[in-house]
């Protein structure tokens, strides 16, 4: 989602999958027309089918995670500034994506912590304390985001801050900029 965090009115969004994204962004797409905020997203009443969905539509989810941003819940650091602030003494740039994936595909950058998000709570400790801010990332963002609020939550860490775009943006434009 795209939004002024000051007024959580929704400018835009982008979205990647398979089935039933165009759904998700016909929605956005009209919320926008209707001059929605990320708090009536978060509150729509969408169809949904038991067998193949849940309660809460993606859509629904994002307009959560956007009213976290809007509310200071979550703080963001965009994918820009991510090779300035890594460079910081005493930032952790912490990774939760599985260890599999970061084999695979390679680390977001030099020198971050790998905790994946499932082992988060049993490994938090493994963080260092002394870090004036942590950055999170994940492949696309929403396992990010559950791993601030764990981290925030702990009552360990004071500045936590979601790699906006994640992984996928920082790799893909990241190293031209």
Not at 91 to 105: F, H, P, Q, S
Not at 112 to 136: H, Q
């Amino acid at each position: 989602l795209i939004f002024p965090p000051e007024t959580g009115k929704i400018w835009g969004a982008q979205a990647v999958g398979e089935d039933g994204v165009e759904k998700r962004i016909d929605v956005i797409s009209t919320a926008i027309q209707g001059n929605l905020t990320v708090h009536d997203l978060a509150e729509l009443e969408l169809c949904y089918a038991p067998p193949v969905g849940s309660a809460k539509d993606p859509v629904n989810i994002a307009g959560m995670a956007a009213q976290n941003v809007v509310e200071g819940i979550v703080e963001q650091l965009d994918w820009k500034d991510l090779k300035k602030v890594a460079a910081e003494p005493d930032v952790v740039v912490l990774d939760v994506r599985n260890t599999g994936e970061v084999a695979k595909i390679g680390e977001l950058i030099p020198g971050a912590m790998n905790i994946p998000l499932n082992d988060l709570r049993s490994k938090i400790d493994e963080i260092p304390a002394s870090a004036s801010r942590i950055v999170v990332s994940c492949m696309s963002g929403q396992r990010a985001y559950y791993a601030c609020r764990i981290l925030k939550q702990s009552g360990k860490f004071d500045k936590v801050l979601n790699l906006s775009g994640a992984y996928k943006t920082f790799c893909e434009v990241g190293h031209r900029v």
